[in-house]
């Protein structure tokens, strides 16, 4: 998958945001949506919210995870764990980036929150690193990570099963097989 | 008609439509447009967007859009001029003008269907009331008929005594309608003598921007523009910016306070603009400080920059400040920070003694990212420099629109590009206002200064654009001024010829207003310029929507000049 997809999908969200105009529910194939009044929060979807942003007619309330002590306790647990904790919303990466990106104003100490998540990414990147190369180098069978979420999953899963797959084709090819006579001149 | 509720008499008619923006060329209506532009964007309203120079690219977007607009935006264009009689618009079109030129043509303001203005009314407008203009034809006529009709069903005696009343009375009236005819004359002469300007139309949409509760800082950071631009080119008094400045003032407060507030600050990424008591150097802060001191106006005019003396007095005032020469040619951001943590009271104390007194000056600067950090005049030169770019890439509105790009934040490479053009025209106008004044260039013509580029002069081609040839006016007055001993002289104004377009045999011709200590920046050339093309049967063209902005042909330069010393004499 594109990391535009996995961004897509998180677009489904729903996040918080209080509306300064005024309209009736709207229904939509996904859902209903609404009623906005203006100055009443209500919960709408991410990509909704985002374009609602931009044309000035809203102001985001920023979910209750993304604030300073909860990120900061979270990076250090992860920090500490060999494994992967469990994350605030299995798109945090994806929520983090749309949200400042498009609505930091709205946001508290929003440049220290973009520091901690990313800290949080990296640890658990560099987990998913070692845990791929113990993998290859005793040669498992299969493995079993909990708690990773999509985005985690995309950026290696490509390189991960293509790697692995070249792998065999060159360990078959080693193994002495029937019509594998080496040439000589 | 003016507009009293921006929002309802014009936002809510035209966010159905879609409408033709006809936007001039100039920094303060493309601040203008972009607000206008944002607005749009919120409320999905369809529209185009025409850049206009002059008065014939307008009328020609006009013909060409007629059929598919019926509501047509105008921004800092025609308002001085009798719209409907040259465009000639059908019955249900309408025109909301935006214009900081005035005077306002009377028939724009007494129309009541399709001519709406969106000025401010607190702006002294002086407009003459309507009775003193406009009289209605048919009570004339009415009369005539009725006394004529008396006069058939009497006595002849008494007809006779009736008919000499009645030619009295015919006579008297006529004699009262010349008189009003010539009282109208004069009452519209004096309105239409002068040209001047009013506020920047950059606020204006701002300001319906906020009765919309729609501002939002970009916006805010716009009109700060096109107002500073205003001041940059000198068409304001010192007094209605103060007062602008301070209104602004308000709304930056509003819009910034929780820079302050520690805990819950925003992201550096976020836009911030603060007022500042700064520097009148222009660009300094992306030049070196020596750079920017000789190539802002009023430093090199005041210390006379041109001549050897004047450069001994730059090295005083910057010894007498201890700033080391070596610091001073650096680029500013490389400079010591000891030095420039106490640069702007350092400067003034020494200006003061140099006879600089106004050498800081209320202006706002914006701040986003780490490395961003623009003054407003910053933007007004990169931006106007951008629009008159000579070298030609592309179709006409390239210029225009990379002009307009430059504006967004996310344009920064854009902006770049204009800070460089900025400091080549700068220094181009330097050199040749030098040039001018050590050659002797400027003459006196009797009620007028007359200076005139030639052919070869070094990079005159910059100089064939209106804003630019303005701007070098103007430096070249202040320079003139503070160089001449002749005392009549320093109260004349000026009026600057520079050849336009070699092929055509044409000279762009500019007169500004005397530079004085409390000028009101009222400028007569426009009518002037008119009735001398008027007298001599001269090709000229008056194109620009500034009235004294005229081109002509270069053979009928010297007769023209000929009529308008004997107008002005």
Redo the contacts between chains.
């Keep these: 998958m594109e990391p535009a997809e996995v961004e897509f999908l998180a677009e489904k969200e729903l996040v918080t945001i209080v509306p300064n105009f005024s309209l009736d529910r709207i229904h939509l194939i996904g859902g209903d949506l609404g009623p906005f009044n203006p100055g009443l929060p209500v919960e709408v979807p991410v990509w909704l919210a985002i374009n609602l942003k931009q044309r000035q007619k809203c102001r985001l309330i920023p979910p209750e995870w993304m604030d300073v002590g909860k990120l900061e306790e979270i990076r250090d647990q992860e920090r500490k764990e060999d494994t992967f904790t469990p994350m605030p919303s299995p798109y945090y990466m994806e929520l983090t980036k749309l949200l400042l990106n498009y609505a930091s104003d709205n946001i508290p100490r929003a440049d220290e929150i973009r520091t901690l998540v990313k800290d949080t990414w990296d640890t658990r990147m560099a987990k998913l690193r070692l845990s791929a190369d113990s993998f290859v180098r005793q040669q498992e069978a299969h493995a079993k990570l909990d708690n990773l979420t999509l985005m985690e999953i995309n950026t290696t899963g490509t390189f991960l099963t293509q790697a692995l797959d070249h792998m065999y084709k060159l360990r078959t090819n080693l193994q002495p097989g029937e019509g594998s006579h080496s040439q000589e001149f | 008609m003016f507009v009293s509720d921006c929002r309802r008499e014009f936002y809510d008619l035209i966010v159905t439509q879609r409408v033709l923006l006809l936007v001039a060329s100039d920094v303060d209506a493309l601040c203008a447009c972009k607000i206008l532009q944002a607005l749009f964007?919120?409320?999905h309203v369809q529209y185009t967007l025409v850049p206009v120079a002059g008065w014939q690219e307008l009328e020609t977007a006009f013909l060409e859009h007629k059929d598919q607009f019926k509501y047509f935006v105008l921004i800092n264009c025609g308002a001085n001029v009798d719209l409907l009689e040259i465009l000639q618009p059908e019955e249900d079109t309408y025109f909301f003008v935006c214009d900081s030129h005035r005077p306002i043509n009377v028939v724009n303001v007494y129309n009541d269907t399709q001519i709406k203005l969106l000025v401010k009314q607190e702006d002294d407008l002086d407009v003459p009331a309507y009775d003193d203009i406009f009289r209605d034809e048919e009570e004339e006529e009415e009369e005539e008929e009725d006394s004529e009709k008396e006069s058939d069903g009497s006595e002849p005696l008494e007809k006779r005594r009736r008919f000499e009343e009645e030619v009295i009375e015919r006579t008297m009236k006529r004699r009262q309608r010349r008189e009003w005819e010539a009282r109208r004359r004069e009452i519209l002469f004096d309105y239409e003598q002068y040209e001047y300007h009013g506020t920047s139309s950059a606020m204006v949409m701002f300001d319906l921007a906020w009765v919309m509760?729609?501002d939002?800082n970009d916006m805010l950071w716009w009109a700060i523009v096109g107002l500073t631009d205003q001041w940059v080119q000198d068409k304001i008094t010192q007094m209605k910016y103060v007062t602008d400045i301070g209104i602004l003032q308000r709304h930056v407060s509003r819009h910034n306070h929780r820079n302050e507030d520690e805990?819950?600050?925003?992201?550096?990424?976020?836009m911030r603009i603060a007022f500042e008591y700064d520097l009148r150097l222009a660009l300094y802060q992306h030049w070196s400080l020596y750079e920017s001191l000789c190539n802002t106006c009023y430093t090199s005019a005041s210390l006379k920059l041109w001549s050897v003396q004047g450069q001994k007095r730059l090295q005083e005032f910057l010894a007498d400040m201890g700033l080391p020469l070596k610091q001073v040619k650096q680029k500013f951001n490389s400079m010591d920070m000891s030095l420039k943590e106490n640069l702007r009271e350092m400067i003034e104390e020494s200006a003061n003694k140099f006879g600089m007194k106004d050498l800081r000056v209320q202006t706002f600067s914006i701040h986003f990212g780490f490395k961003n950090k623009f003054s407003a005049s910053d933007i007004v030169y990169a931006t106007t420099s951008l629009m008159e770019n000579i070298e030609k890439e592309g179709p006409e509105t390239t210029n225009f629109i990379k002009a307009l790009d430059s504006l967004s934040r996310g344009n920064l490479d854009k902006l770049h590009q204009g800070l460089d053009l900025a400091k080549k025209q700068l220094r181009a106008i330097q050199q040749t206002v030098a040039s001018c004044i050590c050659t002797n260039l400027v003459i006196s013509q009797g009620p007028f200064l007359y200076c005139s580029l030639m052919e070869g002069t070094p990079d005159v081609k910059l100089f064939s654009k209106p804003v630019s040839l303005c701007l070098l006016s103007k430096y070249l007055l202040k320079s003139f001024v503070c160089s001449t001993k002749n005392k009549r002289c320093k109260l004349l104004p000026l009026v600057m010829a520079a050849p336009m377009d070699v092929e055509q045999g044409t000279v762009i011709m500019v007169g500004i207003p005397p530079e004085t200590e409390s000028s009101d920046k009222k400028n007569f050339f426009g009518r002037a310029f008119e009735k001398a093309a008027e007298s001599t049967s001269s090709r000229t063209l008056h194109n620009h929507f500034q009235m004294s902005i005229i081109e002509l042909k270069t053979e009928d330069r010297s007769k023209f000049l000929d009529a308008l010393i004997s107008l002005l004499s």
């Design positions: 964007q919120c409320d509760s729609k939002l805990e819950n600050s925003l992201s550096i990424d976020c």
